[in-house]
Structures are given as structure tokens and as C-alpha cells.
């Protein structure tokens, strides 16, 4: 499984649009990346997956590059709510999905 | 939405004391996992099955950790004896395969 590196924290102000980059140099073939959200208390909740260019859906976008060696999490417009724990992983879909968690990277929207 | 579902959500206990926690997997789902969370080591990989049949439980020690899956619906994690450094967040996440994983909100347990 390919480890990912991501960034410890960032800070952020709400409204504006935050990108979260990982590394994940190891990725292999059949590997999906995937990034979920996690708040105090609770289990992480998936935002996004993809494989290659560009996804998209209503709360997020992922970009990976051709060599999908990273990918970039961007969350258009944050708020308040959105300061949580973001994690990246990578893993083979057609394996069960196993997943190994870093240690994330923490996200604090301010006002 | 479905969800997935573990009981309790709170659990306090001696150290030695069986404990047992519970996870109904979303209808339908075909992979189960287990994960626990400390501060320290964050959020581990315990074991996994897929159509009820244990795939990997290498994250588990063996000598005190058992993971179940008695029907489709229920998933069990049993710790027996309990140890204080077992005191963590469990989680339970299902899924199917290649589709992300959908996790609960988990079981805190503290071992006293």
C-alpha cells in the first residue's frame, strides 16, 4: 500500500478556497486515491475518490496529475464548518478498499 | 442516508473485563472493517473481512482480539481480557468493492 504525505495543518479564512496537496510517489497501478473529512467525535465521512484528471462533485474536486504521483484536494469557498481532520489514501479498489490512514492534515477555517 | 451503526457508543470498564463492540455494516455491504484511534497513533487498520470471511486481521493482537462476523448484519469486536492501553475510539466501516468505505461513528472505550 503507498504511503501519502500531507501537510500537518493549514489555516484558512471562510470564503475563501483551500487546496490541500499529497504525495503519494509509491502509487501503483490499480490504486484510486480517496480523501475524507473527519470532526471531533465522530467517524471519517468520504468527500471525493479518483484515478486520474479531475473529479468533481458538490462539495469538492480533486486534481491529479498525469504521473499521479499527487493529487490536490480544493474546497471552493470554506466555512466555518469545514475545519475537521483530511485525510488522503490511496488503495485498490478491487481489494476491498483496504486503506492505510496517515496522520492527516488539519484544517482550521477561521472568521 | 444509510449508516453504519455500533452500539454502545460509550463503554467504561476494569481492566480484564470482556468487552465486546458491535457494528451493523449498511444492507448490502460486502466488506467490513475494523480501525482504532489514539491520539498516538491515530486512526489503524485491525481487520477486515469481505462476504463475512476474515481477510486480513494482521492489525490485531491476537492474544487478546477477536473480530466476528456471526450473519451479514453483525459485525463483532470482542478484547478479552481488556488492558488500559487497549482505551481507544473503534471504529466499524463497511463498504463494496470498489466503492469508498462509509464508517460509523464509533465506540469509545476506556479501560480503568
Known amino acids: 500500500l503507498a504511503k501519502t504525505t500531507q501537510p500537518i495543518s493549514m489555516d484558512s479564512y471562510e470564503g475563501q478556497e483551500v487546496n490541500i496537496t499529497c504525495s503519494h510517489n509509491?502509487?501503483?497501478?490499480?490504486?484510486?486515491i480517496t480523501w475524507y473529512q473527519q470532526f471531533p467525535s465522530q467517524g471519517p465521512r468520504f468527500i471525493i475518490q479518483?484515478?486520474?484528471t479531475k473529479v468533481t462533485n458538490e462539495v469538492a474536486s480533486l486534481f491529479i496529475p498525469a504521473d499521479r504521483k499527487s493529487s490536490t484536494l480544493s474546497l471552493p469557498r470554506v466555512s466555518l464548518s469545514d475545519t475537521a481532520v483530511y485525510y488522503c489514501l490511496v488503495g485498490d479498489a478491487e481489494y476491498g478498499n483496504k486503506l492505510v490512514f496517515g496522520a492527516g492534515t488539519i484544517l482550521r477555517v477561521k472568521s | 442516508d444509510a449508516r453504519v451503526t455500533q452500539t454502545p457508543r460509550h463503554k467504561v470498564t476494569e481492566m480484564g473485563q470482556e468487552v465486546t463492540m458491535r457494528c451493523q455494516p449498511i444492507?448490502?455491504?460486502?466488506?467490513v472493517f475494523w480501525y482504532r484511534q489514539t491520539m498516538m497513533q491515530g486512526l489503524e487498520l485491525l481487520a477486515y473481512f469481505r462476504n463475512r470471511a476474515p481477510l486480513d486481521d494482521s492489525g490485531m493482537p491476537k492474544d487478546r482480539f477477536s473480530a466476528e462476523m456471526p450473519d451479514a448484519t453483525l459485525a463483532t469486536l470482542k478484547i478479552q481480557p481488556s488492558e488500559p492501553r487497549d482505551s481507544a475510539v473503534y471504529f466499524c466501516?463497511?463498504?463494496?468493492?470498489?466503492?469508498?468505505?462509509?464508517f460509523g461513528d464509533g465506540t469509545r472505550l476506556s479501560i480503568l
Open positions: 444492507l448490502g455491504h460486502n466488506t
Open positions: 466501516a463497511s463498504g463494496l468493492e470498489n466503492q469508498p468505505q462509509h
Open positions: 479518483g484515478y486520474k
Open positions: 509509491n502509487i501503483a497501478t490499480n490504486d484510486y
